[in-house]
């Protein structure tokens, strides 16, 4: 059974750094690196978004919010992806959530959360 296990998050003041970090556990190393990673966000009273893609080529995609502030990379020796975020706004603030969409089932992480205040 595939698991996602996220780390990284905290409080952080705006202008801000952070990474998140997500290890799939569960999976071999050659089936973790043919998939597409995403994170998605949850602020509370909103609807989960989608932030970053990774593709299995390393190809990114970012939603228009964060373009420029945060970087998606992913380590496949590590069966690991990361969330690089700079410039946080008081806007970012949100449970963080990592996404495996596998041959077997869509999994998800259990959130970390993101405080971004002053």
């Known amino acids: 059974q595939v698991q996602l296990v996220e780390s990284g998050g905290g409080l952080v003041q705006p202008g801000g750094s952070l990474r998140l970090s997500c290890a799939a556990v569960?999976?071999?190393?050659?089936?973790?690196?043919?998939?597409?990673m995403q994170w998605h966000r949850q602020a509370p009273g909103k609807q989960r978004e989608l932030v970053a893609t990774?593709?299995?080529?390393?190809?990114?995609d970012y939603a228009d919010s964060v373009k420029g502030r945060f970087t998606i990379s992913r380590d496949n020796a590590k069966n690991t992806v990361y969330l690089h975020m700079n410039s946080l706004k008081p806007e970012d603030t949100a449970v963080y959530y990592c996404?495996?969409?596998?041959?077997?089932?869509?999994?998800w992480g259990q959130g970390t959360q993101v405080t971004v205040s002053s």
């Open positions: 990774i593709t299995s080529d390393g190809s990114t």
């Open positions: 569960g999976i071999s190393f050659s089936a973790f690196s043919a998939y597409y």
């Open positions: 996404k495996l969409d596998e041959v077997a089932g869509v999994h």
